[in-house]
C-alpha cells in the first residue's frame, strides 16, 4: 500500500495562512495526478485543488480559486498553499493520489492520506 502523509493544518484565524503538505512513500512525479480534498463534520468530500502529473496542469474549486496555490516537486510531495482563510475552510483536508488526470472526481484517487485538521476561526 502507498502511504500518504499529510502535515501543516492547524489552528488560524481568519484572514490568516497555512501550508499543508502531502508526502508519498514512492515517486509520484510524472506518474500519478495529486489532488487535495475536504471534509466538513457531516458532509461529503469535495474537491479543492489538482495537479497533473507533472505539474503542468493545475485544477481549482470555485472556493479556492484565487487563494490557493497547489504544487508539487519532481518526487514525492505536494503542497497546498492557503491565503485569506475563512471559517468556511474549516474541514479536514486529504491528500490524494490517482491516475485520471484532472479528475475532481474522489472515486478517480486510489491512495488517501489520513487528514490533517485545518480550523478557522472568526
Known amino acids: 500500500q502507498v502511504q500518504l502523509v499529510e502535515s501543516g493544518g492547524g489552528l488560524v484565524q481568519a484572514g490568516g495562512s497555512l501550508r499543508l503538505s502531502c508526502t508519498a512513500s514512492?515517486?509520484?512525479?510524472?506518474?500519478?495526478?495529486m489532488a487535495w480534498f475536504r471534509q466538513h463534520s457531516g458532509k461529503e468530500r469535495e474537491f479543492v485543488a489538482g495537479?497533473?502529473?507533472?505539474?503542468?496542469?493545475t485544477y481549482y474549486s470555485d472556493s479556492a480559486k484565487g487563494r490557493f496555490t497547489i504544487t508539487r516537486d519532481n518526487a514525492k510531495s505536494m503542497y497546498l498553499e492557503m491565503n485569506s482563510l475563512e471559517p468556511e475552510d474549516t474541514a479536514e483536508y486529504y491528500c490524494?493520489?490517482?491516475?485520471?488526470?484532472?479528475?475532481?472526481?474522489?472515486?478517480?484517487?486510489?491512495?488517501w492520506g489520513q487528514g490533517t485538521q485545518v480550523t478557522v476561526s472568526s
Open positions: 490524494a493520489l490517482g491516475r485520471q488526470p484532472g479528475s475532481k472526481n474522489s472515486n478517480d484517487y486510489q491512495y
Open positions: 514512492i515517486r509520484t512525479f510524472s506518474i500519478h495526478t
Open positions: 495537479i497533473g502529473r507533472r505539474g503542468g496542469n
